[in-house]
């Protein structure tokens, strides 16, 4: 993605509050050797240094993941879209302006850890939970066992 200077943050706040605040993206994993990357839109939490989400064990992002685990969380949920006549510069007919689109995105990086161990999925269930339905009353995600069997929880450093 291009970033001229001028539009680039200087405030990792900034990114962070923005990611947190987005809580969705597309998440990719390239593999190896294949024609297309996985692109898996998902939910997320931004925890520390990582994202942590969980998907459906047969999704097919794991077998891009086992070739290589190097991954990217791309977020730009706002974005608006310019007219050409609002670009015109000075004196120039509005008819020849440019169009362009403005938009907001942060592209978070890094390994990814598949964690097929349930107090993991757990942990990720329950930080989830706890961001999306606060105070809510829910059966503590371990003792689901034998359902914990069908998703995985994702881990991705972005350090």
Do not use: C
């Amino acid at each position: 993605m291009l970033i001229h200077r001028h539009d680039a943050s200087d405030d990792e706040g900034r990114w962070r509050r923005y990611v947190t605040d987005a809580g969705f993206g597309h998440f990719v994993a390239a593999g190896s050797g294949r024609a297309l990357p996985v692109v898996v839109p998902t939910q997320f939490s931004l925890v520390g240094d990582e994202v942590w989400f969980h998907l459906a064990a047969p999704n097919p992002v794991f077998a891009a993941l086992a070739e290589q685990p190097m991954a990217l969380l791309s977020v730009a949920p706002d974005w608006a879209y310019i007219p050409g006549a609002w670009k015109a510069i000075g004196d120039e007919d509005p008819r020849s302006g440019i169009p362009t689109t403005y938009y907001a995105a942060v592209q978070l990086a890094g390994p990814a850890r598949v964690e097929a161990d349930p107090g993991e999925i757990a942990a990720v269930l329950r930080h989830q939970l706890g961001e999306q339905e606060p105070g809510a009353d829910y059966v503590d995600p371990l003792r689901h066992g034998a359902r914990l069997r069908a998703i995985r929880a994702v881990k991705v450093n972005n350090k």
